[in-house]
């Protein structure tokens, strides 16, 4: 009985600071997405129905789903919108040199 309410106890506990790091990451996509934005944009996570029963989230830009999964897929997402922000020379293509 213990092992089955540590396992549960440590899920809820990694569940909560995904749940936060995910809503941090889009505080501040939204922060420097909006710095000289002619529109506001506007990315949150919403829990879904019964996100923290069916374990599946939604990821909300501007009121509409953008992705409906786990909080895995979904940091995922908001990590690489994020990090197209900040650094977008990692999404350019690369040139190949002539030889």
């Given at each position: 009985m213990k092992d089955h309410f540590t396992h549960t106890h440590s899920e809820a506990a990694r569940t909560i600071r995904l749940k936060n790091a995910i809503r941090e990451d889009c505080n501040v996509w939204n922060k420097?997405?909006?710095?000289?934005?002619?529109?506001r944009q506007e990315l949150s996570l919403s829990p879904?129905?019964?996100g923290d029963i069916t374990g599946l989230y939604e990821l909300i830009l501007n009121g509409?789903?953008?992705w409906y999964g786990t909080l895995s897929e979904i940091n995922a997402i908001v990590k690489s919108m994020l990090t197209l922000l900040i650094q977008p020379e990692k999404f350019a293509p690369h040139t190949q040199k002539e030889k």
């Open positions: 420097l997405q909006n710095i000289n934005a002619a529109s879904g129905i019964d509409k789903e953008l």
